[in-house]
């Protein structure tokens, strides 16, 4: 990809797919304070990941707001590759 017009779509998408992904998570029971206080940082980390590609998807910096939401999916996905945390991915088809 080598042009805004071709990182806009994905951005968009990405966003609204984040958004979802953070409002259907179930976060599991766990029986270590340590590992929910870290969860808690991560799903933190991911909120702000969200919050950062949402203001350079504003401002016309799509490039950087793919990076942003791409570092936030990536925590969603280890959190619960690691069984800590339960949702889907929904597919979203917005621009």
């Known amino acids: 990809m080598n042009s805004d017009n071709e990182v806009r779509p994905l951005v968009g998408r ?3 797919s984040i958004e979802l992904a953070l409002k ?9 304070t340590l590992v929910e206080h870290n ?5 933190d980390a991911v909120k702000r ?3 950062d590609a949402k203001y350079y998807q504003e401002i016309k910096k799509e490039a950087i707001a793919l990076t942003s939401i791409s570092y936030a999916e990536g925590l969603l996905d280890a959190l619960r590759i690691m069984e800590l945390v339960d949702f889907e991915w929904q ?5």
Do not use: A, P, Q
């Open 39 to 43: 969860m808690e940082l991560v799903i």
């Open 14 to 16: 990405y966003i609204s």
């Open 24 to 32: 259907d998570l179930k976060i599991r029971d766990s029986n270590s």
């Open 91 to 95: 597919r979203v088809d917005k621009s």
């Open 49 to 51: 990941y969200l919050s």
